[in-house]
């Protein structure tokens, strides 16, 4: 089993910065792609940002050139860093792994590990 728990969540006004961060304990060393999605009211959970074990790493197109997600594999926290944030980046941010080394995927059903979530708000 692996365990992820989120913190760094809170309010900001439009183009404040903001940064996530996911500890990860448990098997985590066998863990695969790990990522962060969002969810907003009303909508459907979202991809915003994957991370492979060897560091690569992919965004969607909303999020690309403000967000930069990392990790510390020795000390197994997942970061994700939001720059000029946007009102419509409000809504919870949860952290998410695949199993048994797999690869990165947009895919929410693919990830069977979750975090509790941190709410983001910004405000225009």
């Known amino acids: 089993q692996v365990q992820l728990v989120e913190s760094g969540g809170g309010s900001v006004q439009a183009g404040g910065s903001l940064r996530l961060s996911c500890a990860g304990s448990?098997?985590?060393?066998?863990?695969?792609?790990m990522g962060w999605f969002r969810q907003a009211p009303g909508k459907e959970r979202e991809g915003v940002a994957v991370?492979?074990?060897?560091?690569?790493?992919s965004y969607t197109e909303p999020v690309k050139g403000r967000f930069t997600i990392s990790q510390d594999n020795a000390k197994n926290i997942l970061y994700l860093q939001m720059n000029n944030l946007k009102p419509e980046d409000t809504a919870v941010y949860y952290c998410?792994?695949?199993?048994?080394?797999?690869?990165?995927?947009?895919?929410?059903?693919?990830?069977?590990?979750w975090g509790q979530g941190t709410q983001v708000t910004v405000s225009s």
């Open positions: 998410a792994a695949r199993a048994w080394y797999s690869g990165c995927s947009w895919v929410v059903r693919e990830f069977g590990y």
């Open positions: 991370i492979d074990r060897g560091g690569g790493t």
């Open positions: 448990g098997n985590i060393y066998r863990r695969g792609c």
